[in-house]
């Protein structure tokens, strides 16, 4: 008999569950059930966190995953300590046999090493805050019986989050309405309140904020005394350990008060992301040689939600070639739950080969029953690659709902938005008339992974699967592939192989027959502020309330 294992990271954002069959992961994110981006929990009543439970119990159960009882039940060690209310909830729709917490960076860090394909590794966690700290380091070696952490020193320094607070003294960037933010975050508070600061609460009020800092520092330029001030914020003194994982501590209020409150814009905000962002990547390069063994580490695994600053990755991996860096797709918060279970088949011996990676292992569409009453309404034909590739070559922005949905923050084909990279106008429609978001905001590139190299300076030691690393366009390319070419040369690239996804790859294959390249843009299929959809109705919803031209549902395609 299979063993049956489920995972809860309740959080105060990116609640999400998994469950293990003896064959496969299946993970749900909350957000896309209900569609509002690093949906917690902990904000609904009992009656509405029941209902989540036996919806997802229920779609469980379409798929033919309904025990009489979970062998194995697993939460984060925060919602052990703090929402017990929310787990009894939890038992009482999924009885557990045994059940027990988990630290939050020991999750993560199994979650990387498991699906890496790494026998050994280096291991590092870093995001805003955790039971165990900030920043985390693993020696892991297959079999795995024990994890032990290795680094311990700073791990009460939220530097992630403090990069993603310098964003919000951006007013291009910065979530509104910004007053009531700046009315709670007076100087000192930290002194009086500091778990009110640390709350999840005020910390996540845009999770977003870093990868829009991240895609602004590309218009900036280096300005010593804003990069020093950027050091100094990030680096952490003894008297600020006594707030764990606050990032309004008083170096904060010294350097950023009066912008915090005015708010930057136009090049004094472009400087001031870029250097917030070099002082990222050198704060972070300072802490990695502390731990890094040159004899030792030969892999290396990133993870939690400061591994999603894709441009510091690239860095790593120009910067350490003997080095394989890898990335997970899901190395948020998003990827907790995916990663306890991982925790407890590598502690237990079992590594089936069926789950190492879980690119694809989301929940299917959940409104299936809807597609006979959209196709009986609509114009449709049965889409094939040659045909999309024909529409997307004449220019046409096409969403595509396709397969179970991906896990993590990425679409990587199955949610998608695609369009074609050498049209100089495709980025700026896609922002303003698709998806609503800011103008500086760029777009990812897709390609087959055995042609990257023709096309990006691809670095041999890094995993481009995941869109974790940004390499430079080569130059004789960048005015053929403007829409995906950022400011300063770079891609945030996915590689794609025919074993991944063979309809996207066959796609591709027939672009390039038109074309003469393998490339398209490859976005998340949303609009600004909503989750990645996973409703055939919700891609309708959009195709008739924006600018996109045309959806793939499963096997049809639908157009204006």
Same mark, same amino acid.
């Given at each position: 008999?299979?063993?049956?294992?489920?995972?809860?990271?309740?959080?105060?954002?990116?609640?999400?569950?998994?469950?293990? @069959?003896?064959?496969?992961?299946?993970?749900?994110?909350?957000?896309?059930?209900?569609?509002?981006?690093?949906?917690?929990?902990?904000?609904?009543?009992?009656?509405?966190?029941?209902?989540?439970? =036996?919806?997802?119990? @229920?779609?469980?159960?379409?798929?033919?995953?309904?025990?009489?009882?979970?062998?194995?039940?697993?939460?984060?060690?925060?919602?052990?300590?703090?929402?017990?209310?929310?787990?009894?909830?939890?038992?009482?729709?999924?009885?557990? =046999?045994?059940?027990?917490?988990?630290?939050?960076?020991?999750?993560?860090?199994?979650?990387?090493?498991?699906?890496?394909?790494?026998?050994?590794?280096?291991?590092?966690?870093?995001?805003?805050?955790?039971?165990?700290?900030?920043?985390?380091?693993?020696?892991?070696?297959?079999? %795995?019986?024990?994890?032990?952490?290795?680094?311990?020193?700073?791990? &009460? =320094?939220?530097?992630?989050?403090?990069?993603?607070?310098?964003? /919000?003294?951006?007013?291009?960037?910065?979530?509104?309405?910004?007053?009531?933010?700046? &009315?709670?975050?007076?100087?000192?508070?930290?002194?009086?309140?500091?778990?009110?600061?640390? $709350?999840?609460?005020?910390?996540?009020?845009?999770?977003?904020?870093?990868?829009?800092?991240?895609?602004?520092?590309?218009?900036?330029?280096?300005?010593?005394?804003?990069?020093?001030?950027?050091?100094?914020?990030?680096?952490?003194? &003894?008297?600020?350990?006594? $707030?764990?994982?606050?990032?309004?501590?008083?170096?904060?209020?010294? $350097?950023?008060? &009066?912008?915090?409150?005015?708010?930057?814009?136009?090049?004094?905000?472009?400087?001031?992301?870029?250097?917030?962002?070099?002082?990222?990547?050198?704060?972070?390069?300072?802490?990695?040689?502390?731990?890094?063994?040159?004899?030792?580490?030969?892999?290396?695994?990133?993870?939690?939600?400061?591994?999603?600053?894709?441009?510091? @990755?690239?860095?790593?991996?120009?910067?350490?070639?003997?080095?394989?860096?890898?990335?997970?797709?899901?190395?948020?918060?998003?990827?907790?739950?995916?990663?306890?279970?991982? $925790?407890?088949?590598?502690?237990?011996?079992?590594?089936?080969?069926?789950?190492?990676?879980?690119?694809?292992?989301?929940?299917?569409?959940?409104?299936?029953?809807?597609?006979?009453?959209?196709?009986?309404?609509?114009?449709?034909?049965?889409?094939?690659?040659?045909?999309?590739?024909?529409?997307?070559?004449?220019?046409? +922005?096409?969403? %595509?709902? /396709?397969?179970?949905?991906?896990?993590?923050?990425?679409?990587?084909?199955?949610?998608? +938005?695609?369009?074609?990279?050498?049209?100089?106008?495709?980025?700026?429609?896609?922002?303003?008339?698709?998806?609503?978001?800011?103008?500086?905001?760029?777009?990812?590139?897709?390609?087959?992974?055995?042609?990257?190299?023709?096309?990006?300076?691809?670095?041999?030691?890094?995993?481009?699967?995941?869109?974790?690393?940004?390499?430079?366009?080569?130059?004789?390319?960048?005015?053929?592939?403007?829409?995906?070419?950022?400011?300063?040369?770079?891609?945030?690239?996915?590689? +794609?192989?025919?074993?991944?996804?063979?309809?996207?790859?066959?796609?591709?294959?027939?672009?390039?027959?038109?074309?003469?390249?393998?490339?398209?843009?490859?976005?998340?299929?949303?609009?600004?502020?909503?989750?990645?959809?996973? /409703?055939?109705?919700?891609?309708?919803?959009?195709?008739?309330?924006?600018?996109?031209?045309?959806?793939?549902?499963?096997?049809?395609?639908?157009?204006?």
């Amino acid at each position: 008999m299979p063993k049956f294992i489920i995972s809860l990271y309740i959080g105060g954002h990116d609640t999400n569950l998994s469950v293990y @069959n003896g064959d496969e992961i299946i993970t749900f994110e909350c957000e896309r059930i209900f569609g509002n981006r690093y949906f917690s929990l902990e904000y609904l009543t009992p009656s509405e966190q029941k209902g989540i439970f =036996n919806y997802i119990k @229920n779609i469980l159960k379409k798929k033919g995953i309904d025990p009489p009882s979970y062998d194995v039940g697993i939460t984060d060690w925060e919602s052990e300590m703090g929402n017990e209310d929310i787990l009894s909830i939890f038992k009482e729709v999924f009885p557990i =046999n045994e059940f027990y917490p988990m630290p939050h960076h020991m999750a993560h860090s199994a979650g990387a090493f498991y699906s890496s394909g790494f026998d050994q590794a280096l291991v590092l966690s870093h995001d805003g805050g955790g039971d165990d700290g900030t920043w985390c380091a693993f020696n892991l070696t297959k079999p %795995v019986s024990i994890f032990e952490y290795i680094e311990h020193q700073i791990s &009460q =320094n939220p530097f992630s989050t403090k990069y993603s607070c310098i964003g /919000r003294c951006i007013e291009e960037i910065r979530p509104a309405p910004h007053s009531a933010l700046r &009315q709670r975050l007076q100087p000192n508070a930290h002194i009086s309140a500091p778990n009110n600061l640390a $709350h999840p609460r005020l910390n996540s009020l845009d999770q977003s904020v870093a990868g829009k800092l991240m895609g602004l520092a590309a218009y900036g330029s280096f300005n010593k005394e804003l990069f020093d001030k950027c050091i100094d914020y990030f680096s952490v003194t &003894q008297k600020e350990e006594e $707030h764990p994982c606050t990032p309004y501590v008083p170096k904060f209020w010294k $350097h950023f008060y &009066q912008i915090m409150g005015e708010g930057v814009k136009g090049r004094e905000a472009y400087d001031l992301a870029f250097n917030a962002q070099r002082a990222f990547e050198e704060y972070f390069l300072q802490l990695f040689s502390t731990i890094f063994d040159p004899y030792k580490h030969k892999n290396v695994c990133l993870t939690g939600g400061g591994a999603l600053n894709v441009v510091l @990755n690239e860095r790593l991996s120009k910067d350490y070639p003997a080095v394989n860096f890898f990335i997970p797709c899901s190395p948020s918060d998003s990827g907790l739950s995916y990663g306890m279970i991982a $925790h407890h088949l590598l502690v237990t011996g079992q590594t089936p080969s069926t789950i190492a990676d879980p690119m694809y292992s989301g929940f299917p569409v959940l409104d299936k029953e809807s597609l006979p009453y959209i196709l009986s309404q609509r114009a449709w034909q049965k889409v094939t690659p040659a045909l999309l590739a024909a529409e997307l070559e004449r220019g046409k +922005i096409i969403g %595509v709902c /396709r397969g179970d949905s991906e896990t993590g923050p990425r679409a990587l084909g199955n949610r998608s +938005i695609l369009a074609d990279p050498r049209n100089p106008k495709a980025k700026d429609a896609l922002n303003s008339k698709v998806k609503f978001r800011e103008w500086y905001r760029p777009f990812a590139p897709i390609c087959p992974v055995e042609k990257a190299d023709t096309f990006f300076e691809t670095s041999p030691n890094a995993s481009y699967k995941y869109m974790s690393f940004s390499p430079p366009v080569r130059s004789e390319y960048q005015k053929k592939l403007p829409a995906i070419t950022h400011v300063d040369g770079s891609s945030r690239l996915q590689t +794609i192989s025919a074993s991944q996804n063979s309809f996207i790859y066959e796609v591709l294959e027939e672009f390039e027959k038109l074309t003469n390249i393998p490339i398209l843009i490859n976005t998340s299929f949303n609009t600004k502020g909503r989750a990645i959809l996973t /409703r055939y109705l919700t891609a309708i919803q959009i195709l008739d309330s924006t600018e996109l031209d045309a959806v793939v549902l499963e096997d049809f395609y639908i157009a204006k």
